[in-house]
């Protein structure tokens, strides 16, 4: 039976849990913008400071009727065979970014320094417990490589780090960033969760019994969140003054925070927190995985498909790999070039050879461009930006590095810092689609991309070229390389090309071309990459097999067997004869 209060207006009371953190501004703004009133409800606020875990408990005790909590938190519940607990929605969809802290006087001076050491958490399962374990996963350490100390709470963390019976740990940076400021602790690193960092969770009876007014609820907090995203002056003035930052890092909170509020979960979202949890053994190993389906309520939750379903992203092995060879190489940490990554940071098609040709084709190599301050490029998909690097350092470009995954781009900058090359690549976390709406027209030099506009569906990649044509200036280029369709395509590559490369559409030239023009670009020359990039990918797949011993000796079998698949997958692409590729370049002329 329903027993739901209500108010003596009539509204429909909903008991919703959250953090007393930043991220849950918007709820306030809903209430005082009177948003959910005029949905018919009202939100009683439960602020819980102890966590995911103490929402999860008074959502099962039926003290709260929805919780806004930890992606990891919820899925590892519900991922219980007894959990009436499901996924409503996405509520802040960038990912959480976790500093890696050590005490003022400790020896410790980057991550890699950690290895072997104590890290403190608040709890096993905690948010802080999990990610350190994903932490060593990314650096390819083994789970016994760190050793766990419980400290309960951040005031406590921050004085085992001190008094040094820990080595580090790791919480959100924004609220580790004020005792930074105070010189309390001190930061040297950070990693981001591979997944969005808050979801909203019921049970399955409150949405029997309360349907309309979850999707009341959705409505209402979907404008509050609009509110907060558009008014950013008035956001950032309360994060300031409610979270005790700097306006300065506020405005850089607020920069990098996506909070939606929306009823779409990606699928990724929930394989790869769950591959997490197995990792921190959280999850019993044998655990037998459930559809991502039986993780939502499909009455208000839908899934969705994203690019970290592509076989090559859905577990970071190009991370992995990339830290492992830097290791084994002695490059793990400390200041290098970006001529030191040159062998582990091209992942396209023939490697720098293309990058010196895409600058002469382009006219970037100019020294009259290189003397000045203006000459910007804008690369899309710039994956760990090894383009970026290379053209940065060797033409002395300035490069907008503009990357779709937050792990690999937050791995990038990092790389970028310590390559003396942050003052000439800006990195951003973002859809280009985006992206663009927020850069200045009629500016940059030339719009890059290596294999990754493959990517974008047919309606996506016209407004792509749109966008493209007007962040060029006059007489700019527009260069891509890219897949192709030749023939048709068979059910299993058309398989192959959606599960394993994420490419759901895939133009013939003549369609490709079309595309451009349709955009205003004058095309200036195609060449056909297909043999080429045939005899690439067969090349490089007969390299790694001959190679498996020493790469299982750096990378372990689990790597060393995905990336196999993946190589030999795009092998049988191209030997099918159906999948192409083309270099395009494109020119922006004034009328």
């Given at each position: ?138 650096y390819g350490w083994k789970q016994s490589d760190i050793e766990f100390i419980i400290n309960n709470n951040f005031d406590t963390l921050r004085k085992s780090v001190n008094d040094q019976t820990t080595a ?424």
């Amino acid at each position: 039976m329903d027993e739901t209060k209500v108010t003596n207006k009539g509204n429909r009371i909903l008991r919703v849990a959250g953090v007393p953190e930043h991220f849950n501004e918007p709820w306030k703004i809903g209430f005082e913008e009177n948003y959910f009133v005029k949905q018919g409800i009202e939100i009683e606020w439960h602020s819980i400071k102890e966590g995911t875990g103490a929402m999860i408990n008074k959502l099962k005790s039926n003290e709260v009727d929805v919780i806004v909590a930890l992606t990891e938190g919820l899925i590892n519940d519900i991922a219980g065979n007894d959990s009436d607990i499901r996924l409503l929605g996405t509520y802040v969809e960038s990912p959480l970014i976790w500093s890696v802290s050590t005490g003022i006087n400790s020896n410790y001076n980057s991550i890699e320094d950690l290895k072997g050491e104590k890290f403190g958490i608040s709890r096993y399962q905690s948010g802080s417990h999990l990610m350190s374990c994903v932490l060593a996963s990314q650096y390819g350490w083994k789970q016994s490589d760190i050793e766990f100390i419980i400290n309960n709470n951040f005031d406590t963390l921050r004085k085992s780090v001190n008094d040094q019976t820990t080595a580090a740990f790791m919480w959100e940076y924004f609220m580790s960033k004020p005792f930074y400021d105070k010189g309390e602790i001190r930061r040297i690193g950070e990693i981001i969760t591979p997944w969005p960092c808050f979801m909203i969770a019921s049970t399955t009876n409150i949405v029997s019994e309360r349907l309309n007014d979850l999707e009341n609820m959705f409505i209402a907090l979907q404008k509050s969140c609009f509110h907060f995203k558009t008014n950013s002056t008035n956001s950032i003035e309360r994060i300031s003054k409610n979270f005790h930052l700097s306006i300065e890092d506020a405005k850089s909170w607020f920069d990098k925070v996506n909070i939606t509020a929306t009823n779409s979960i990606a699928e990724s979202t929930i394989e790869t927190t769950i591959d997490a949890l197995k990792t921190a053994l959280t999850l019993n190993e044998n655990y037998k995985t459930k559809e991502a389906i039986k993780f939502i309520d499909t009455r208000i939750a839908k899934l969705s498909v994203d690019i970290k379903s592509m076989r090559l992203y859905n577990k970071p092995e190009l991370l992995i790999a990339l830290r492992n060879n830097l290791r084994v190489n002695g490059l793990s940490k400390g200041s290098i070039t970006y001529k030191d990554l040159l062998p582990f940071d091209q992942n396209h098609y023939y490697g720098t050879q293309v990058l010196d040709l895409a600058v002469d084709e382009l006219n970037l190599s100019n020294d009259d461009l290189n003397k000045t301050n203006s000459t910007w490029i804008i690369q899309i998909g710039s994956n760990l930006a090894g383009c970026a690097r290379y053209l940065s350092g060797k033409y002395h470009l300035k490069v907008l590095a503009i990357e779709l995954q937050n792990d690999l781009s937050q791995a990038a900058s990092e790389l970028t810092d310590r390559c003396g090359l942050a003052n000439n690549i800006y990195h951003i976390a973002g859809d280009f689609l985006n992206v663009a709406q927020h850069l200045q027209q009629n500016y940059y030099k030339a719009i890059v991309s290596w294999i990754t506009i493959l990517h974008f569906q047919e309606l996506d990649r016209i407004r792509l070229m749109k966008q493209s044509f007007n962040l060029l200036e006059d007489n700019g280029y527009f260069y891509c390389e890219d897949f192709i369709r030749i023939g048709n395509l068979t059910n299993e590559e058309s398989q192959i090309l959606e599960h394993d490369v994420f490419c759901r559409y895939l133009p013939t030239l003549d369609e490709y071309k079309q595309h451009l023009i349709q955009a205003q670009f004058q095309i200036i020359k195609t060449v056909d990459l297909t043999q080429q990039w045939k005899d690439f990918t067969k090349q490089r797949f007969q390299q790694y097999q001959e190679n498996k011993q020493n790469l299982l000796n750096i990378h372990g079998e689990d790597i060393y067997n995905r990336l196999q698949y993946f190589y030999s997958s795009i092998v049988k692409l191209f030997m099918g004869n159906h999948v192409g590729g083309i270099r395009i370049i494109a020119k922006k002329i004034s009328n």
